[in-house]
């Protein structure tokens, strides 16, 4: 399997643009996580979905945060507008909820917004 | 509130010197707990699930352990290769969310 497929891995824009960045899960997991990683606030999750499903978004900071999820294998983040302090990792991961639990990550899209 | 400490936040040590990495937690009905791997620029790799206390899991140079309140990750005759960053995160049972430690970042000179 190929694992967890995250695009870009780098990605730098001004400030007020907008950002997407996409997730491709393993095939036949159910759930799907994304995650904002910084030095100061470690790994935090932003929202996550099962069966496509958002299902707890308490994570994600503010309206300028939004996640779809519109089939099995795809997932989008989009910050419109993006600010200096959103410049962080992002990380997506998947896993089988209902099985083993475990969560698989992806590599990850460093992003930073001048 | 769940919550996960991990001790320390650094350490460093010599090839083949053994250490404990120590993962403290509170939450509300314990599911699971989970170590993952971090190399730098990398997204974290899965290492072992932990479910009751009293559970050991081993992967090579690692063991973990679980009590009802914390979690331990041996490290025995550690080489350069075992550094990186070791997370631990806990899962309660009425949610699929992980709450991740900030991590203890490990350094092993020959």
């Known amino acids: 399997d190929a694992g967890v497929i995250q695009s870009p891995r780098h990605e730098v824009t001004e400030m007020g643009q907008e950002v997407t960045l996409r997730c491709k899960p393993i095939s036949g997991h159910n759930s799907l996580f994304w995650y904002r990683q910084t030095m100061m606030r470690g790994l935090e999750l932003l929202i996550y979905f099962n069966n496509n499903v958002p299902i707890d978004d308490s994570g994600m900071p503010e309206d300028r945060f939004s996640a779809k999820m519109p089939n099995a294998s795809f997932s989008t983040l989009k910050i419109q507008p993006s600010e200096p302090r959103d410049s962080a990792v992002y990380f997506c991961?998947?896993?089988?909820?209902?099985?083993?639990?475990?969560?698989?990550f992806g590599p990850g899209t460093r992003l930073t917004v001048t | 509130e769940d919550q996960v400490t991990q001790s320390p936040e650094a350490l460093r040590l010599q090839e083949g010197e053994s250490s404990s990495l120590n993962c403290s937690y509170t939450?509300?009905?314990?599911?699971?707990l989970f170590w993952y791997r971090q190399d730098p620029g990398k997204g974290p790799e899965f290492l072992f699930t932990?479910?009751?206390a009293g559970e050991e899991k081993e992967k090579e140079r690692l063991k973990a352990t679980l009590t009802k309140k914390e979690s331990f990750l041996h490290i025995t005759a550690p080489k350069p290769e075992d550094s990186a960053t070791y997370l631990c995160?806990?899962?309660?049972?009425?949610?699929?969310?992980?709450?991740f430690g900030t991590g203890t970042r490990l350094q092993v000179f020959p």
């Open positions: 991961a998947s896993s089988l909820v209902g099985a083993n639990y475990e969560q698989y």
């Open positions: 932990l479910y009751s």
């Open positions: 995160a806990v899962q309660a049972r009425n949610t699929d969310k992980l709450i």
């Open positions: 939450v509300s009905g314990l599911r699971g």
